[in-house]
């Protein structure tokens, strides 16, 4: 009887158990069919997403180089507008060096026209929107300077000797000469563009340093660029700050020691508080491969 009973039982779980994977079968069929459908509809919405991220690649989609007129006595500068930048009679390799923000300490492998033909930039974005970070912006301008100068290069890293800029009186005297220049530029229409770091050569041959919210690490890399020396930017304030500064170069003081304004040490640390500690640092060399002039446009 129990023999009997278990082989009737076992049989009826064993058609149980193939109706039941018959149903299961039919279940995930059935589902599997669903999702073929679903994903038909879904990937040529993918593909379409896959080839619009493909063809849209982040960089200058108007970009206007024409070599500097040597009779336009403009300074040199760059300035970031609300599309894009504005640079006016600076070479290639100063333009590799703002790209780098300023960690390109040595550039090697440059032709001598990249280093002494100035060029007049403009670069929008018309369908984007432009970031508003430096780094970002930074990868822009390394961008374009690969499309149009079919710039190919790599880093390379090594110890050497540079200048430290530190801060130990600085955050009075900062503030001191932003409240200054604050009130120098109130009611004038002609206020400089936030952002900005201009760099001017006054008549009587000194040099005039127009800062507006900028990080001091910009300041850093305009000190280098005027003394010929690696300057790391070690004051740690990651404020934004306005000032101008005036300096008379070593050439001139040399010539006049009686100058009315002292060299660019003497003035940072008057006007700003801030001092040059020499130190090792690490230093980038910029190995250039490849560069090429431009397309006239």
């Given at each position: 009887?129990?023999?009997?009973?278990?082989?009737?039982?076992?049989?009826?779980?064993?058609?149980?158990?193939?109706?039941?994977?018959?149903?299961?079968?039919?279940?995930?069929?059935?589902?599997?069919?669903?999702?073929?459908?679903?994903?038909?509809?879904?990937?040529?919405?993918?593909?379409?997403l896959?080839?619009?991220?493909?063809?849209?690649?982040?960089?200058?989609?108007?970009?206007?180089?024409?070599?500097?007129?040597?009779?336009?006595?403009?300074?040199?500068?760059?300035?970031?507008?609300?599309?894009?930048?504005?640079?006016?009679?600076?070479?290639?390799?100063?333009?590799?060096?703002?790209?780098?923000?300023?960690?390109?300490?040595?550039?090697?492998?440059?032709?001598?026209?990249?280093?002494?033909?100035?060029?007049?930039?403009?670069?929008?974005?018309?369908?984007?929107?432009?970031?508003?970070?430096?780094?970002?912006?930074?990868?822009?301008?390394?961008?374009?300077?690969?499309?149009?100068?079919?710039?190919?290069?790599?880093?390379?890293?090594?110890?050497?000797?540079?200048?430290?800029?530190?801060?130990?009186?600085?955050?009075?005297?900062?503030?001191?000469?932003?409240?200054?220049?604050e009130?120098?530029?109130?009611?004038?229409?002609?206020?400089?563009?936030?952002?900005?770091?201009?760099?001017?050569?006054?008549?009587?041959?000194?040099?005039?340093?127009?800062?507006?919210?900028?990080?001091?690490?910009?300041?850093?890399?305009?000190?280098?660029?005027?003394?010929?020396?690696?300057?790391?930017?070690?004051?740690?304030?990651?404020?934004?700050?306005?000032?101008q500064?005036?300096?008379?170069?070593?050439?001139l003081?040399?010539?006049?020691?009686?100058?009315?304004?002292?060299?660019?040490?003497?003035?940072?640390?008057?006007?700003?508080?801030?001092?040059?500690?020499?130190?090792?640092?690490?230093?980038?060399?910029?190995a250039?491969?490849?560069?090429?002039?431009p397309?006239a446009?």
């Amino acid at each position: 009887m129990v023999t009997g009973y278990t082989t009737r039982y076992s049989n009826y779980l064993h058609i149980k158990s193939i109706a039941t994977l018959g149903k299961l079968r039919w279940f995930f069929l059935s589902v599997a069919q669903s999702l073929s459908l679903l994903l038909g509809c879904l990937l040529p919405l993918s593909h379409s997403l896959s080839a619009q991220t493909a063809d849209h690649v982040d960089s200058y989609d108007v970009v206007s180089i024409r070599v500097h007129d040597p009779a336009d006595n403009t300074s040199m500068y760059l300035k970031q507008t609300p599309t894009g930048f504005e640079s006016r009679n600076e070479s290639v390799t100063l333009l590799l060096i703002r790209a780098k923000l300023g960690a390109c300490d040595q550039v090697t492998g440059i032709p001598d026209w990249a280093m002494h033909t100035a060029y007049d930039v403009i670069a929008k974005m018309t369908d984007s929107t432009l970031p508003s970070d430096d780094k970002q912006r930074a990868v822009l301008l390394l961008r374009l300077l690969q499309d149009r100068f079919g710039l190919k290069e790599t880093d390379e890293a090594y110890q050497g000797d540079g200048l430290i800029l530190s801060a130990p009186q600085a955050d009075k005297k900062l503030m001191a000469a932003q409240a200054k220049m604050e009130a120098s530029v109130q009611g004038t229409s002609g206020k400089p563009q936030e952002g900005t770091l201009q760099t001017l050569s006054t008549t009587s041959g000194n040099t005039l340093l127009i800062a507006t919210k900028v990080h001091l690490s910009n300041l850093a890399h305009t000190i280098a660029g005027a003394l010929h020396e690696k300057v790391v930017d070690g004051t740690q304030l990651p404020g934004l700050y306005s000032f101008q500064i005036e300096w008379s170069s070593d050439a001139l003081l040399e010539d006049n020691p009686d100058a009315k304004f002292p060299d660019l040490r003497s003035v940072i640390h008057s006007e700003l508080g801030l001092t040059l500690v020499k130190g090792k640092t690490t230093l980038i060399r910029c190995a250039v491969k490849e560069i090429h002039k431009p397309d006239a446009n």
